[in-house]
């Protein structure tokens, strides 16, 4: 059974920091592909970062140069760090996880980022 745990939301004023994680059981990262994604009231669910089994990263135009995704493999843990936080970054944000063989999506229950201005 595949698990996704986040962690690491919380309330932060404009400018701050914050560090995302997303652990994961019955799957492994390294294998798979993987992002993070956020949704905000009213809006739809955006990417915001994602990275492939090989390692390669991309983003979202709106976080471009201030987030950065990451992955521990002995953890198997992937990772969000959020620099420069904007009260427009407040939204819940999900880890997914692409599972190639059997090609499914799975989503973690969300971690709530509240960017104070």
């Known amino acids: 059974q595949v698990q996704l745990v986040e962690s690491g939301g919380g309330l932060v004023q404009a400018g701050g920091s914050l560090r995302l994680s997303c652990a994961a059981s019955?799957?492994?990262?390294?294998?798979?592909?993987m992002g993070w994604y956020r949704q905000a009231p009213g809006k739809q669910r955006e990417l915001v970062a994602s990275m492939t089994s090989g390692g390669g990263s991309k983003y979202g135009d709106s976080v471009k140069g201030r987030f950065t995704i990451s992955r521990d493999n002995a953890k198997n843990t992937v990772y969000l760090q959020l620099n420069s936080l904007k009260p427009e970054d407040t939204a819940v944000y999900y880890c997914?996880?692409?599972?190639?063989?059997?090609?499914?999506?799975?989503w973690g229950q969300g971690t709530q980022v509240t960017v104070r201005a």
């Open positions: 997914n996880v692409h599972e190639f063989h059997s090609d499914f999506y799975y």
């Open positions: 019955g799957i492994i990262f390294s294998n798979n592909g």
